[in-house]
């Protein structure tokens, strides 16, 4: 009754009623003991015939409790597939994964997952990863259940960095917390940063993570976690630990600050030691592996920093949303020279192409000069840096990357040919004529070896008809190229979210949009809904959502046409785009029509175009291989990785003899993670380290910021400003947050309710529609029959039933993506250079 109350005191709901109910890994509750479900479902795998899994289970037992007992890790991340029963609903995902090599139920796990593991690596705690998305995509009728229970670790995290997971991460948590009731969940990203006070409302959620930096405060939580599932006593306070959202026994909820927020990304790995260490300890490739595909398409990234110095309206990751939901004032850089072993240790073992995320060009000339001389000589993969706009120094910047690189491509994102439209997306700090000299300059250079310039469909002020231009501009583009083939024009859609956290997501009328869902619940909600035009979670008033689906299609035709007849795309290729895009239009068409004139449940409906949604979600508006670039293995790949098998097998299987996990940590040195260092946005004396128009009063920091030309304050002291940043190719929004941040900065209150990420009035909830009620009505029922069955959700029910085999999606790799990319990359070289 107590703890009813204080629950409810706290706002909390109980989710999910079967959950025993302890909270957050109290470790008097770590028992062996087990719960009547996982019993069952151990009891299952034991009576299945002497084959397979179960088979070698048994042949193991005699390994018996060493086995046991070394298995248990400290942590295991797992990443959980967009939609968790992707494979049973019938869903027209449309082009929302075209611009990205995963699928679109996104199994691609964040970065930090391989940098949060190396770091309680090197502490002496053991972790994994596990990419149950990519399970469920590479194994016909992957049981998740009978898998999830096999796992044994003091606690689990999942990923919710992107909001286009926010229905899969969940409906894991509740099978893992049914499967294991006495291990504690946590959730992190930055998704789960500003969702923290509705996440651990969950019952299966005791821990939320805030912030882009948590290797640190992690191993502070692990350990003690661990340290009392050992010795079965209570976690104890957790008060201390930075970036912590957490309950407490009674299960009252506790926010606390979000104080650690690194100046810098030094101390931890991005080398990918840990990866190839973890596949080689737990001798399982397919759970670590990064998207479907990858194999064959072994694509790495390299992350120039965390935090963004840009303001762009619709972006989670912009510099408002990294100071208000995050907490970082300041761009934290990794050093050149690290980023520069990274990419060579890299490449000693992966063949694939590199892609230097976050343009290293707002660190500034000093940065960028160190880093791509320091790169000569020592490039043998592709690589590709994506710029946030045309890099400063034109003609001569490409000239320094020739000189230093043998070969070498340039991603950007223009969004809109409209420089309208771009200025109120947050991107007028350089107009489109600007755009194209650069393309010119970087074409004219012997060994740039593509350029990808992408626009977007629902930004602010974007209407149908701008988005139909594009084609015309293309068009133009390429006349002006001379139909220059490495020259790559790609357009998608804003989809299938505009991204929480942003300007526009927090001022939605401010930007022209309606939001369709503002909580978290009503997220999760559209997540299932039939198609991308209805799971988006917003509407722009200068176009409908049919609008905008139609205008898509019609700008990914006319690109994909012009690169058709131009042969900068293989024609059999663009015939296959063409078809494709035309069936998909179809399709949203017929999809309307059964969801106008069916009846009966929608689900049963929709089940008979499930393969076709399949088929027409991938490579729709361009051929996703598109995205590929060509590479060569060479003998010292082999070589390297012989090496890496021979100095990790014998050595672990030795560990394994005696009842351990041989630590994973990287081979390099790294400084224990901490607070410190400026932003390039101020020299170190305190002076403003770029271009401004005057001082201001600021509210929040030491009173002093960088203000336009008309006085306005743009940003406080120490706070991330990229070179130019004025109010007028920002917003009114960002200095009217910049007056609220004085009174506290939102989201990183510690008091429940208080200054919450998202603020009341943004927190109101979206207007419902008829079809939204009758697939929740759908849901409730689903959820019902499961609690009958004993499976306690509706994602469980759907477990249950039979997964079909969920190879329809393909993704940008596997063999057929290489070989596209070696096919396209011959196209190009036919074109002389110079
Ligand atoms: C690099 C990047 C990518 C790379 C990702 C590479 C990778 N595997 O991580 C690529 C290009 C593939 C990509 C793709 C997408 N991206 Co992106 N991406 C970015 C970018 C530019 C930087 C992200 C970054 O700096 N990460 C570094 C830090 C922040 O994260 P991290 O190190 O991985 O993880 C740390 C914390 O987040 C946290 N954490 C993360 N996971 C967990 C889990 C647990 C349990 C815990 C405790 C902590 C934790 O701790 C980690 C270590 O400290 C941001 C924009 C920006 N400026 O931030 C957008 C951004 C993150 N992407 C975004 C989106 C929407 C996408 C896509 C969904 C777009 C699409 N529709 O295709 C896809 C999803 C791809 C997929 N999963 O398959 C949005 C997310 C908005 C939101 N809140 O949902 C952002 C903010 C902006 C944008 N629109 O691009 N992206
Ligand atoms: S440049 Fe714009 S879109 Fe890209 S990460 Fe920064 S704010 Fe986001």
Known sequence: MAQDAKRKKAGEKRSDSTIPHKRNGIPSA????????????????????????????????????????????????IHAPATYDFRERSIMYGPVSDMVPSTPIFEMYPLGLTTLCEYLERHGLRARIYNLASMMLHK????????????????????????????????????????????????????????????????????????????????????????????????????????????????TIHINPLSWVPDDMNAISLDYDYPMKGVLRHHDMTSYLPMKGWLSYPVTASLTCRGCARNCAT????????????????????????????????????????????????????????????????????????????????????????????????????????????????????????????????????????????????????????????????????????????????????????DVGSIAFDNPEAYGYRLRARTFEEHRERMILPSWKHIMNYESTYMSADEMVDATYDAALDINRIKGEHGILDAGMAAGVDARIRQAREQMNRLDDVLRNGTGRIDARLAALKEEFERLSESTVAEKSELNWAFDVKPTHAKHLAKLWLSNEPANALAKLTGKWRPAASAFPYPDQESGTLSPAWNADGTPNC????????????????????????????????????????????????????????????????????????????????????????????AELAAREGAGSAAGASAKAAARDARGFKGAGGRGGARDARKLEKLRDRKPRG
């Open 30 to 77: 770590i028992k062996s003991g087990k719960t009547v479900r996982q019993t069952k479902i151990l009891a299952e795998i034991d009576e299945t015939p002497q084959t397979g899994i179960a088979a070698k289970r048994r042949r193991q037992n005699g390994r018996g409790i060493l086995a046991a007992i070394m298995q248990t890790l400290d942590m295991t991340y």
């Open 140 to 251: 016909k009728n992957f049981d998740v259940e009978k898998n999830l229970a096999r796992l044994s670790s003091h606690m689990f995290g999942i990923d919710l960095h992107w909001m286009p997971h926010c229905h899969g991460s969940v409906e894991v948590a509740k099978v893992l917390k049914r499967l294991h009731p006495h291990v504690p969940i946590s959730f992190g990203g930055l998704s789960s940063s500003i969702f923290h006070e509705d996440l651990i409302k969950y019952d299966c959620i005791d821990y939320v993570f805030r912030g882009d930096s948590t290797e640190e405060p992690m191993r502070m939580l692990v350990e003690r976690v661990a340290r009392a599932a050992k010795t079965h006593t209570p976690v104890g306070d957790l008060s201390d630990i930075p970036n912590l959202t957490w309950k407490d026994a009674e299960g």
């Open 315 to 498: 972006c989670g990751g912009s510099a408002y949303a990294f100071k208000n939901h995050f907490g970082r004032r300041r761009v934290a850089w990794r050093d050149p020279d690290l980023l520069i072993r990274d990419i060579e240790h890299v490449q000693e073992h992966i063949w694939g192409p590199i892609f230097v995320l976050n343009d290293f060009l707002q660190a500034g000339e000093e940065y960028t000069h160190r880093f791509i001389t320091g790169l000569k000589n020592k490039v043998q993969n592709p690589i590709g840096f994506e710029f946030f706009g045309p890099p400063p120094g034109g003609d001569e910047f490409y000239q320094l990357l020739d000189d230093n690189l043998g070969n070498w491509s340039v991603e950007i994102s223009a969004e809109s040919h409209n420089d309208e439209v771009r200025k109120a997306f947050g991107k007028g700090h350089y107009t489109m004529a600007e755009l194209e000299e650069t393309i010119v300059d970087a074409l004219s250079h012997e060994n740039c070896e593509r350029f990808d310039l992408y626009f977007m469909t629902g930004i602010p002020k974007q209407t149908a008809a701008s988005v139909r231009e594009t084609g015309a501009y293309v068009q133009h583009l390429y006349e002006r190229v001379n139909y220059d083939p490495r020259l790559v024009v790609l357009t998608s859609p804003m989809a299938p979210f505009l």
């Open 691 to 782: 271009t401004f128009k005057g001082m201001a009063t600021d509210g929040m920091g030491d009173g002093r910021a960088l203000a336009d030309e008309g006085g306005a304050q743009v940003a406080a002291f120490g706070s991330v400003v990229a070179p130019g940043f004025s109010e007028a190719n920002t917003n009114a929004a960002f200095s009217a947050e910049n007056a609220q941040l004085e009174a506290g900065r939102a989201g990183t209150a510690v008091g429940v309710g208080e200054a919450a990420a998202i603020r009341a009035e943004a927190a109101r909830t979206a207007e419902r529609d008829p079809l939204l009620e009758q697939m929740m009505a759908e849901e409730r029922e689903r």
